[in-house]
């Protein structure tokens, strides 16, 4: 029995929930799993996150900030934790109630990870000194780890010779409303644009009559990019990334949030995106010619591995079946 404590929606995004859905997708229903998210949030988030976890077996329970009463009254023994703003109080409380704490880490801002398996999906992140405060503590580090939500996109690179089809892609709430601003400054292309919840759907309404815009309802990222012939995606540099590797289509990657500087930065310096902003994103469209797309998929490949969710899958298996 496993329970996830996570967080998102609202300025957060949903990058965070959709990271550990993912994983928690390839338990088998022996696995019994519950995930934990604060009741401090609108009624229109609380909505939109009841929405979300409706289309899952999983449980689901909203609670207060008095975390030593909830852990307490949680008779699940193992707990993962892919929380944006995770603390060392947080952690310290639930080991007094769990028997194994499992933590997805993304930018190593804590002083102390705690915990019985540390897991970091990103390449960059076999660069951070984690130190090792459980003699025992397991660690699954870099893209090996990869928690992906579909299936690779696999043959030959179907690369035009101009660009002239793009994808929007700022998450389940664009929390900056980069579609309204993007749109105004890309009018000599054909956009796309994804809505899958009403958050989104609100954004975008207003944007109905942009006549270069195509908004398209409950699809996967993987039928756009093929059924629309996509010739590359602008997107935040969050874990969509990884997907976005998978679907071998260039990207230009914006941070959208603090906890995407390291991502937006390494991979820029890898060549695997073009790291870019809402000021400069029209002189690095117009510099991003054939020859160049080719090199940013290409040095992409290496970033991202589809077993990895069932690599991990395995680990905690493993790691609380030891426990029993």
């Known amino acids: ?121 990103n390449a960059y992140s076999k660069k951070f000194k984690y130190k090792n405060f459980n003699k025992n503590q397991k660690k699954a580090i870099g893209q090996n780890y990869t928690i992906l939500k579909e299936y690779p996109i696999k043959g030959k690179l179907r690369l035009k010779k101009n660009i002239k089809k793009i994808l929007l892609l700022f998450g389940a709430t664009d929390v900056k409303n980069y579609y309204k601003y993007l749109i105004q400054k890309l009018d000599t292309y054909k956009v796309f644009i994804p809505v899958n919840n009403s958050t989104i759907e609100e954004k975008v309404s207003k944007l109905k009559k942009t006549k270069n815009l195509k908004i398209l309802r409950n699809i996967s990222i993987r039928k756009i990019i093929i059924n629309k012939k996509i010739d590359i995606v602008i997107s935040c540099c969050g874990s969509s990334l990884y997907d976005l590797f998978s679907f071998k289509i260039p990207i230009i990657g914006i941070q959208c949030s603090d906890d995407q500087n390291n991502a937006h930065a390494f991979y820029s310096k890898k060549k695997a995106i073009i790291g870019s902003n809402m000021q400069n994103i029209q002189n690095d469209l117009n510099k991003l010619n054939y020859k160049k797309r080719i090199m940013l998929v290409k040095n992409s490949q290496k970033y991202y591995n589809f077993n990895g969710k069932y690599l991990l899958r395995n680990k905690i298996i493993k790691l609380i079946n030891d426990n029993d």
């Open 1 to 121: 029995m496993i329970t996830f404590f996570v967080d998102g929606a609202g300025k957060q995004g949903l990058g965070h929930i959709y990271r550990s859905i993912n994983l928690a997708s390839t338990f088998s229903k022996k696995y019994k799993i519950k995930f934990l998210i604060s009741k401090f949030k609108s009624k229109k988030n609380i909505k939109l996150l009841k929405i979300i976890f409706s289309k899952y077996e999983f449980k689901l329970k909203f609670i207060t900030n008095n975390l030593s009463i909830e852990f307490e009254k949680d008779i699940y023994k193992n707990i993962l934790f892919d929380h944006p703003k995770l603390k060392e109080k947080t952690i310290n409380i639930a080991k007094k109630f769990y028997s194994k704490i499992l933590i997805i880490d993304d930018e190593n801002t804590l002083k102390k990870y705690n915990c019985d398996l540390l897991i970091n999906q």
